[in-house]
């Protein structure tokens, strides 16, 4: 299928590696270029590279902190008219909420909350006047399913979500679009990260948290990023102009539930 997307800019947050850089792929070889943003820029430009050159489009790669207002004024200025907006940005540390302040807090809710309002105001209105807009903000499955240790990130993404149910529905008429894409356990950095601090808090090893939540999959397997980063291709493409508001669940089939 043709997504319609060849010739068209996108923004892509958090994309030197995971599922940032899933989405950069899937959208480059629809034929997309990219401004890619990550804070490494040793990681970040080796990602470029390798997207220049099995897709042949133009990616610009701009190291900066976007959770940061000088790093999203840096950003911006390279960028500031995209046709796609993919916010993300690494989860907040795991852990008991006892032990965490205030100041853990207003991090999480800088990095996963705000961030992406801020990005999303900066750019939903030229997307407006253009008449084509896609903006996909990767949360995570615990919006719909709350993991008892990811209790900052619960709740500052549950935050995100809940704006982007009124916004989604005042600028479709423009043909700018806003979803979600909740990811549950796929094979990045941050799985291992969380299996490592579950691990440090239950005396097991990091293979047997690993091997127990995998057991818990109905899919009978991690997520492979190329799956996301396809998901969300899809989300942005010219057919999913009637999709908005909507969260995505993508986790081999875990949540339960019917809605």
Not at 21 to 36: H, T
Not at 90 to 110: L, M, N, T, V
């Amino acid at each position: 299928m043709d997504l319609g997307l060849k010739g068209k800019r996108a923004l892509v947050c958090a994309s030197s590696k995971g599922l940032g850089r899933a989405c950069a792929i899937s959208l480059a070889r629809e034929g997309v270029n990219l401004v890619m943003v990550a804070r490494g820029a040793e990681a970040l430009e080796a990602a470029a590279e390798s997207i220049r050159i099995e897709s042949g489009v133009t990616v610009t790669a701009i190291a900066a902190d976007v959770t940061t207002q000088e790093g999203r004024e840096k950003v911006l200025a390279a960028c500031p008219d995209p046709d796609i907006l993919v916010t993300n940005a690494g989860g907040p540390k795991p852990g008991d909420f006892r032990e965490w302040s205030r100041d853990d807090w207003i991090a999480a809710i800088d990095a996963n909350m705000l961030t992406p309002i801020e990005l999303i105001r900066a750019t939903v209105d030229t997307m407006i006047a253009r008449k084509f807009g896609r903006i996909v903000n990767i949360t995570s499955a615990a919006v719909k399913m709350p993991i008892e240790i990811l209790g900052l990130s619960n709740g500052a993404r549950a935050g995100l979500t809940g704006f982007v149910a009124g916004l989604a529905r005042q600028t479709v008429a423009h043909n700018v679009t806003i979803n979600n894409l909740l990811p549950g356990p796929f094979e990045t950095d941050r799985l291992r990260q969380t299996a490592a601090k579950t691990a440090e808090n239950t005396g097991k090893s990091i293979d047997d948290v690993m091997a127990a939540r995998l057991s818990g999959i109905p899919a009978g397997r991690y997520g492979d990023p190329a799956e996301f980063g396809d998901a969300c291709a899809f989300l942005c493409s010219a057919q999913a102009g009637f999709m908005t508001g909507q969260n995505l669940v993508l986790d081999g089939g875990i949540y339960p539930g019917t809605l």
